[in-house]
């Protein structure tokens, strides 16, 4: 069973919104940087926003001032607000999480089975 589950992906219009979710449903110690990641046809994956424990941000620049990373400690999870949506956005959306699982161990990273968004008319 994958830990990691993310939902909130769809088929929306160029200037559209939509809102991802991620919850981290595993066994855990601490649980440290999370973020979401994209991958494109026939692209890489890249960074898209990631959020740190104590809530500090960091986003890639072709969605600065367009997409909102959040997050919720209590529920283990991260939200991805993305606004104004561009075609140039559609890609399956990951969602990573650095989770250390016992005390004394290292960290692992994990990764969510992705979720589509397709921006078109």
């Known amino acids: 069973q994958v830990p990691l589950q993310e939902s909130g992906g769809g088929s929306v219009q160029p200037g559209d919104s939509l809102q991802l979710a991620c919850v981290y449903s595993?066994?855990?110690?601490?649980?440290?940087?999370m973020g979401w990641y994209r991958q494109a046809p026939g692209k890489q994956r890249e960074p898209v926003a990631i959020?740190?424990?104590?809530?500090?941000?960091t986003y890639a620049d072709s969605v600065k001032g367009r997409f909102t990373i959040s997050r919720d400690n209590s529920k283990n999870a991260i939200y991805l607000q993305m606004n104004n949506l561009l075609p140039e956005d559609t890609a399956v959306y990951y969602c990573?999480?650095?989770?250390?699982?016992?005390?004394?161990?290292?960290?692992?990273?994990?990764w969510g089975l992705g979720t589509q968004v397709t921006v078109s008319w």
């Open positions: 990573n999480a650095n989770v250390r699982r016992g005390k004394g161990w290292g960290t692992t990273d994990y």
């Open positions: 595993g066994s855990y110690i601490s649980i440290g940087g």
């Open positions: 959020i740190t424990r104590d809530g500090t941000t």
